[in-house]
């Protein structure tokens, strides 16, 4: 990553890194992937934010998601990644990759909805252009 990011390339960064998440799904599982097109930018700290974004994975009925996020995790674990892993409100195992760009992570866990996979984004940290107003979807 370089230095000094814009928006527009920390979301482009981000949606990709979402993208290579969700190719780990086995094939057989994976039925749709829907990217939100837009997110939300969020403080990092007094001068930068990062973009926030989602995609969820619809995958096959009956799929074990649990063994799917442990895969996952494991990959990333082989790669020198830090992740942690714990349980969501419902009790599902949720992992978190935080890669080292301040403010980069992906959280991935069970959806809200049967047979689905939520991945939770948050791109490196950058610095707004002078004037732009952080409120709003991006």
């Given at each position: 990553m370089k230095a000094e990011l814009t928006w527009q390339e920390a979301k482009a960064h981000t949606q990709a890194m979402e993208l290579e998440i969700a190719a780990l799904i086995p094939k057989n599982a994976d039925i749709s992937i829907d990217q939100k097109k837009?997110?939300?930018?969020?403080?990092?700290?007094?001068?930068q934010h990062n973009w926030k974004g989602f995609t969820t994975i619809t995958v096959a009925e009956g799929t074990e998601i649990e063994p799917i996020a442990r895969?996952?995790?494991?990959?990333?674990?082989?790669?020198?990644?830090?992740?942690?892993?714990?349980?969501?409100?419902n009790e599902?195992?949720?992992?978190?990759?935080?890669?080292?760009?301040?403010?980069?992570?992906?959280?991935?866990?069970?959806g809200l909805a049967p047979n689905q996979i939520d991945i939770d984004s948050g791109s490196p940290c950058f610095t707004l252009p002078e004037g732009i107003y952080p409120g709003g979807d991006f």
């Amino acid at each position: 990553m370089k230095a000094e990011l814009t928006w527009q390339e920390a979301k482009a960064h981000t949606q990709a890194m979402e993208l290579e998440i969700a190719a780990l799904i086995p094939k057989n599982a994976d039925i749709s992937i829907d990217q939100k097109k837009k997110g939300m930018l969020l403080s990092c700290n007094k001068t930068q934010h990062n973009w926030k974004g989602f995609t969820t994975i619809t995958v096959a009925e009956g799929t074990e998601i649990e063994p799917i996020a442990r895969a996952i995790e494991a990959h990333y674990r082989a790669k020198g990644t830090k992740v942690s892993a714990d349980s969501n409100p419902n009790e599902d195992y949720r992992i978190q990759i935080d890669l080292p760009a301040p403010g980069e992570n992906y959280i991935v866990s069970e959806g809200l909805a049967p047979n689905q996979i939520d991945i939770d984004s948050g791109s490196p940290c950058f610095t707004l252009p002078e004037g732009i107003y952080p409120g709003g979807d991006f």
